[in-house]
């Protein structure tokens, strides 16, 4: 269920982030599908291959789609499990992504150019600080709820004994803040990184994949949105009611989703990218925001 | 002649391998083996026990031996030293066969035998290329060190035997249970430095980067593979005996190995060697083992066995897979340094086009160490994660904290893995070469990359079926858990549920590789492909020094982290209108080894010279120093008798 609709929202994430940008910048903008149809495009198209690279670099774009597609399989719809669910799950999605990361980060030194090793590093150190953010929010949740599965975590995160649906919410929204700031850092947008600035020195990125093309360039943009995704289907499932009707809680999924595409959309529309060596802070701070979910819940469960 | 030489190493380290497989995988299934030497009056009775634990490790240490050989074999056919090859061919037996003693014999002084037979046959293993003045410093650095770590085991072992006058290792349980909580845990304390040596927890860890650099690859394989491993058994069998106070016991280890495993990998990523690089990941990984043993010791303590099983099983297992995956990686780094007669990573690039096979068995090998699915890294890795998971939902705030902490501390491990080994891969194997050879490198023999397709097959192995390992890895966890044997628990199962899962869709995500990537290569058939240069921005020229370096590659990383480590550099400084060639070069030193090596051994040494008077060269002096020693012995050996006569006599008047 989670993962249709998860599939269905990537279809037009990007678009969405596109036009509010467009919408704030008094532009016309191109369509939401605008991105689907650039992707199509690509997909028909042949490739350049570098003669630097070896098999190395087409097989990245290959695993890196397989690992997000297989993330996705994780995502639970609100009392309905997902299509892989059992305890610890969350590990092997976090892991899932980081064997994606891993091989786009060899395939960007496999083309032996100096931009693409300078994002290549960005990247791994970036996605390494990002890390605690995600498991000491799972943590939480978990400590929460006292189950270990995103299954159970997220369908009984409101009927908790000790919490009220209020502190639940609270919680909930800290949450929601740390999985889009997880979603911005893993696809590189403002303000960690703009790939709109065509300057691969300031890029982490969009300066991998520059020597990617055809089929490969849309698998892995593809795959940016899928991403995107994932991480608002995380942040669906903070908000769900339990309602017989699957048709609310669809409509919740969808709502939040535009919500935070336009967010994103929102975020690089004000803001400026932060100067390189101010990343780590930044990312370092995600941290702290969910080290705050955790000492929130220890308050609610009567620990301290 | 030197063929025969090898080939008769071969036949007698499989013949040893497959007989004490025998045993221990009877062992391993729950038929212990026991068998008691007469021994003499001053060993006292030896009994050799085979536990599933003995067991586990007896078969590790086979597989690892039998890939060490016949990989050994082929790197050793370039050396034409054949007297020095005899020698190093002889002493590779001793080391297995020492090694298999170390795991099933248990009388201490026994023990103690066999343990420095293993240690001095590493070390002149190590020093193989003996002519290197680096290679026989690292060996006598190793040596003493060991010897240190030994000091530890001696004293805890004669403080256990002077108290129950038993030799046998059952005399640690009778200690234990017959002393006060206090002594257990400061003879586990002793134990654990004394076997911490061995194994490379930090601070104990320095002489591991210059040892395993220095030893030819396949000895630094099985150094890294298996015998820093028995440093862990060593903790092992100590913690099974000393079954008291296991969760102060548990808190030290877990300390410990936090630490360990963030330091190791904290030093590896800066790193300009590759052996040295690995040598730092051993430490971080006995730290995760450590971690695994730690979890699984305050989960006997709190009696909470889905903590315990799922610390043991996944220290126990990750003791396999390091011992895999790690000695593939120093497979690959000696095929590296046999074709390029180099192992510093800024010099190396692009071999992946010159031995595609060792890149591929390497880069299997990189993403298992940084425990990432589908292979075994993940599997011992997710284990831990459960059991730090679960002992989240604890009652007191601070342990729940410092829970927390051991968690982060796991994931920020492996995602600092990521980052040393997509630079060690990714600059040694990819882009293009950095360097211009004497004699092209190629591919290596057959007989050096069968054994690594073997450590390889295990690693994809356990990766995609990790409830068949799990399975075997029953009855050791049972020595610690006795409660899992009731068909009743039903947490072994449970685990192993969760682990078919997992392997299922390490299955569908290979699956799901393949068919994007086919139907990539099937649409793109019809469509214009063509190759070119790299995108540079504009400039044309191809030059190898464009690319990203290792130290480039790392540099935001090691400027986050320079408080941490102890760095120099050496800047030139640029100040003409026209500057000639400037260098800039960094050096990155260990600063727990600065502090807590070079500055004793600094003072050390000046109290030693001290005392150089006593080194005089005369004969006579000599003799004296013996009689005074002798006389020394009698007089402590009768003090008491001597100070009773003494008040004795005093008491006359």
């Known amino acids: 269920m989670s993962f249709i609709l998860i599939i269905l929202s990537s279809l037009f994430f990007t678009g969405i982030i596109n036009r509010t940008k467009s919408i704030l910048s008094g532009r016309k903008g191109p369509g939401i599908f605008q991105p689907l149809r650039d ?216 709502s939040l989703q535009v919500l935070y595409a336009s967010t994103v959309g929102i975020v690089e529309s004000f803001m400026a990218r932060l100067r390189m060596n101010q990343n780590p802070q930044f990312i370092l701070m995600i941290s702290s925001v969910s080290l705050l979910i955790f000492i929130g819940v220890m308050i609610v469960i009567g620990k301290i | 002649m030197k063929n025969r030489n090898g080939l008769i190493l071969i036949f007698l380290t499989l013949a040893l391998g497959a007989a004490t497989s025998f045993v221990a995988f009877n062992a391993l299934m729950g038929r212990n083996f026991e068998f008691v030497l007469s021994g003499n009056t001053i060993l006292g009775q030896i009994p050799i026990r085979i536990d599933a634990l003995s067991a586990w490790m007896i078969l590790i240490i086979n597989f690892t031996f039998t890939t060490g050989v016949l990989y050994g074999t082929g790197y050793l056919r370039n050396y034409n030293t054949s007297a020095n090859l005899k020698l190093h061919q002889f002493l590779f037996f001793v080391l297995h066969l020492s090694m298999i003693l170390v795991c099933s014999i248990q009388n201490f002084i026994a023990f103690l035998i066999v343990w420095e037979i293993m240690t001095v046959s590493s070390f002149l293993l190590i020093i193989f290329e003996y002519w290197k003045k680096e290679t026989i410093k690292a060996g006598l650095n190793f040596f003493i060190q060991s010897h240190i770590g030994v000091l530890f085991i001696i004293v805890s072992f004669i403080w256990v035997m002077s108290q129950t006058g038993l030799a046998d290792f059952n005399a640690v349980r009778l200690f234990a249970t017959h002393q006060p909580g206090a002594v257990a845990i400061t003879l586990f304390v002793l134990l654990f430095i004394g076997f911490g040596f ?171 160490i940084c425990g990432l699915p589908p292979l075994n890294g993940f599997i011992s890795e997710y284990l831990i994660f459960s059991g730090l998971y679960s002992s989240l939902k604890s009652n007191s705030f601070a342990f729940s904290l410092f829970m927390l902490s051991v968690f982060v501390a796991l994931a920020v491990i492996g995602g600092l893995a990521m980052l040393c080994f997509t630079k060690a891969f990714g600059i040694v194997f990819l882009g293009t070469e950095r360097k211009q050879y004497h004699v092209e490198p190629k591919e290596v023999s057959r007989m050096m990359l069968f054994p690594q397709y073997m450590a390889a097959v295990m690693i994809i192995s356990i990766g995609l079926f990790p409830q068949l390992f799990l399975q075997l890895l029953k009855n050791p966890v049972a020595l610690f858990v006795p409660d899992i044997l009731n068909s009743s628990n039903g947490i072994f199962s449970y685990q192993s549920g969760i682990l078919t899962q997992i392997g299922f869709i390490g299955i569908i995500l290979t699956v799901l590789v393949f068919v994007v990537y086919e139907i990539k290569t099937l649409t793109g058939r019809n469509k214009i492909n063509s190759v070119s240069p790299t995108w540079g921005c504009g400039y044309k ?50 600063k727990l080894e600065f502090y807590l090596i070079d500055k004793n051994l600094k003072w050390l040494k000046k109290l030693l010279l001290k005392l150089n008077f006593l080194q005089n060269g005369r004969t006579q002096f000599y003799i004296l120093y013996g009689l005074i020693f002798i006389l020394l012995i009698i007089f402590i050996s009768y003090g008491e008798y001597i100070w009773n006569t003494i008040k004795g006599f005093f008491k006359l008047f």
């Open chain 1, 39 to 254: 992707i199509r495009r690509l997909l028909k198209k042949g490739s350049v291959y570098s003669e630097t690279s070896s098999f190395i670099f087409k097989l990245a774009p290959a695993v890196y789609f397989s690992t997000v597609f297989a993330a996705a399989l994780f995502i639970p719809f609100g009392e309905n499990r997902g299509l892989i669910s059992f305890q610890f799950d969350f590990v092997l999605f976090a892991y899932l992504l980081a064997l994606g990361k891993f091989f786009n980060i060899i395939a960007a030194l496999d083309t032996g150019s100096s931009f693409e090793g300078m994002g290549a590093s960005r990247e791994a150190l970036y996605s390494m600080l990002a890390e605690p953010a995600f498991f000491i929010t799972i943590g939480s949740l978990g400590l929460l709820t006292g189950y270990s599965s995103f299954y159970q975590i997220f369908s009984s995160i409101h009927y908790s004994e000790s919490a009220s649906p209020a502190i639940a919410y609270a919680l909930g929204l800290l949450a929601s803040i740390v999985f889009l700031f997880l979603g911005i850092i893993e696809n590189s947008r403002v303000p960690v990184d703009d790939p709109k600035t065509h300057l691969e020195l300031t890029m982490v990125h969009e300066v991998m994949i520059l020597d990617n093309s055809g089929f490969d360039l849309g698998v892995i943009f593809y795959t940016g949105s899928l991403k995107f995704a994932l991480y608002g289907g995380l942040i669906a499932n903070l908000f769900f009611l339990s309602s017989p009707y699957a048709v609310i809680n669809i409509l919740i999924f969808f």
């Open chain 2, 198 to 368: 061995k194994a490379g927890f930090v601070p104990f860890h320095t002489w591991l980067p210059y040892a395993h650099p220095a030893a030819p690859s396949h000895i630094s394989g099985m150094m890294s593979g298996v015998i820093i491993k028995l440093g862990i058994y060593g903790i092992l069998r100590m913690l099974l005996l000393i079954n008291s106070n296991y969760i102060v016991i548990g808190e030290i280890i877990l300390f410990v190995s936090v630490f360990s495993g963030l330091y190791g990998v904290i030093l590896a990523i800066v790193q300009h060697n590759l052996k040295r690089l690995l040598a730092y990941h051993s430490i971080e990984n006995i730290g995760i083992i450590g971690i695994g043993i730690g979890i699984g010791t305050i989960g006997l303590g709190l009696k909470n066995d889905f903590l315990a099983v799922a610390g043991f099983a996944g220290g126990l297992l990750h003791i396999l897979n390091h011992s895999l995956f790690k000695s593939l990686l120093f497979y690959g780094a000696g095929s590296i340094y046999q074709q390029t007669h180099t192992l510093e990573i800024e010099q190396l690039g692009g071999l992946i086009k010159r031995m595609p096979r060792t890149a591929v068995l390497f880069l299997i090998a990189a993403i298992a």
């Open chain 2, 541 to 590: 020229t191809n030059d190898p020094r464009l690319q990203y370096t290792a130290s480039s590659f790392v540099k935001t990383y090691s400027n986050l982290i320079e408080p941490i480590l102890s760095m120099h550099k050496d800047v030139a400084v640029v100040n003409e209108i026209f500057p000639g060639n400037k260098q800039y070069s960094t050096h990155y030193y260990d």
